[in-house]
C-alpha cells in the first residue's frame, strides 16, 4: 500500500483539493495492493489532523478498502484559520466534496464513512444528507450530545452574547492526559506539531454547539447502518450520548460496542485496547462489504 498519495495505479490520488471557498485541503489516501473492494472515508476531529489514522486507516487498507482523508479547513496542513470554521456545514461540503470524487473515480464501489469525536458529528451529518450512499458508517466516540454542564442553557445564552463582542476569547483547552490512558500516546499527541494544542474560541465552541444540535435532530431519521464504539470512562463525550443514538436510530442494523473503563481517543489508548478497536471496526466494515464487490481477494 503506498501513504505518500502517488500510487503504481495511476495519478488519480492527489495531495491536495480545493473547496468552494478556494481553500487547499491537504488529502491523505492509503491504498490497497490488490484489486479495491469498497471505499472508507475518515473525518477527523477538533484540533487534530488525518495523519493521525494512519494505522487505522493501514488496517483497512490491508483488507481492501482505498481509505481516503484530508485536514479539514483550519487544521493540519490545509489552509484556513487554525481551529475556526465560519460555519460547521463547511466540513460536511468539503468532506462530501472529498467523498463525490472517489466514487466517480471508483464507481460502484461501496462506501464507508468513519469519524471520531467531532469527526463523528460530521460523519453522521454527511450520511444524513446522502442517506443511499453510505453502506455503513463507523463512529468512534462521535460528539452526538455535549455534555450539559459545560453547555448548560445558561452558559450557552452567554457564550452567544460573548460571540458578539470577543468571538475570539479562548473558553479553554482539554488536559490531553484525560484523553487516552496511553501516557505514550499522550505525549506523541502533545508532541505532534500538525496538531492545534490552542484554546477553544466562543466562536468555534458556538459552531459545535450548533452542530450537537443538528446531530440530535437527525439521529431520529437515522435508517443507515452503523457501528458505535466508545470508552465508558470517556471524559469528553460521555457514552450516553452513543446510548441515545442506539436507541434512538431507525437503522435495524446497528451496534454499540463498549470498551471498559477506556477514554476518549479509542484508536490511541492501551495497546490492548487499541487493537481490539481496530479489529471491531475492520471485521464490521469487511462483513458489510456486498458479495460481488468483493472479487479480486
Ligand atoms: C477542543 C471539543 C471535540 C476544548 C475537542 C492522547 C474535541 C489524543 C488524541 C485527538 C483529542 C482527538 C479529539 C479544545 C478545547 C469537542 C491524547 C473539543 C475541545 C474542547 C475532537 C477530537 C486528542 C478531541 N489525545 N475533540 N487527540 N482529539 O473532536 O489523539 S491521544 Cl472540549
Redesign the pocket.
Same mark, same amino acid.
Given at each position: 500500500m503506498s501513504e505518500s498519495g502517488v500510487t503504481p495505479q495511476g495519478d488519480w490520488s492527489r495531495d491536495h483539493i480545493v473547496n468552494a471557498d478556494g481553500q487547499r485541503l491537504f488529502c491523505r489516501y492509503w491504498v490497497p495492493e490488490e484489486p479495491p473492494r469498497g471505499l472508507l472515508f475518515v473525518a477527523?476531529?477538533? !484540533?487534530?489532523h488525518c495523519g493521525?489514522y494512519s494505522s487505522l486507516a493501514q488496517s483497512l487498507s490491508q483488507r481492501g478498502l482505498i481509505v481516503f482523508a484530508h485536514d479539514h479547513v483550519g487544521h493540519g496542513r490545509s489552509e484556513g484559520e487554525r481551529?475556526m470554521v465560519r460555519d460547521f456545514k463547511v466540513y460536511i461540503r468539503d468532506s462530501l466534496q472529498h467523498v463525490d470524487l472517489m466514487k466517480e473515480q471508483y464507481p460502484g464501489l461501496p462506501l464507508f464513512i468513519l469519524g471520531?469525536?467531532?469527526?463523528?458529528a460530521i460523519s453522521i451529518l454527511c450520511a444524513c444528507e446522502r442517506p443511499s450512499d453510505f453502506t455503513g458508517v463507523v463512529l468512534i466516540s462521535p460528539?452526538v450530545q455535549l455534555n450539559p454542564e459545560?453547555a448548560s442553557p445558561f452558559k450557552v445564552f452567554m457564550a452567544k452574547l460573548l460571540n458578539h463582542v470577543l468571538p475570539s476569547l479562548s473558553?479553554?483547552?482539554?488536559d490531553?492526559?484525560w484523553?487516552?490512558r496511553?501516557q505514550k500516546?499522550?505525549e506523541?499527541?502533545?508532541t505532534d506539531e500538525l496538531?492545534h494544542h !490552542? !484554546?477553544?474560541s466562543v466562536a468555534f465552541?458556538m459552531q459545535?454547539v450548533g452542530a450537537a444540535r443538528l446531530v440530535e435532530r437527525a439521529i431520529p431519521t437515522v435508517t443507515w447502518p452503523f457501528l458505535l464504539l466508545h470508552g465508558d470512562a470517556d471524559k469528553?463525550?460521555n457514552i450516553s450520548g452513543s446510548h441515545m443514538m442506539l436507541e434512538k436510530a431507525q437503522s435495524t442494523d446497528k451496534q454499540l460496542k463498549v470498551y471498559n473503563g477506556a477514554? #476518549?481517543?479509542l484508536? #490511541?489508548e492501551l495497546p490492548e485496547t487499541t487493537e481490539c478497536v481496530l479489529r471491531d471496526i475492520t471485521d464490521w466494515v469487511v462483513t458489510r462489504i456486498p458479495d460481488q464487490a468483493a472479487s479480486g481477494s
Open positions: 477527523h476531529g477538533v !484540533g487534530e493521525r481551529m471520531h469525536s467531532m469527526g463523528g460528539m459545560s473558553l479553554g483547552s482539554i490531553s492526559k484523553i487516552s496511553d500516546e499522550v506523541s499527541y502533545d496538531n !490552542g !484554546g477553544l465552541a459545535l469528553l463525550c477514554y #476518549h481517543v484508536h #490511541h
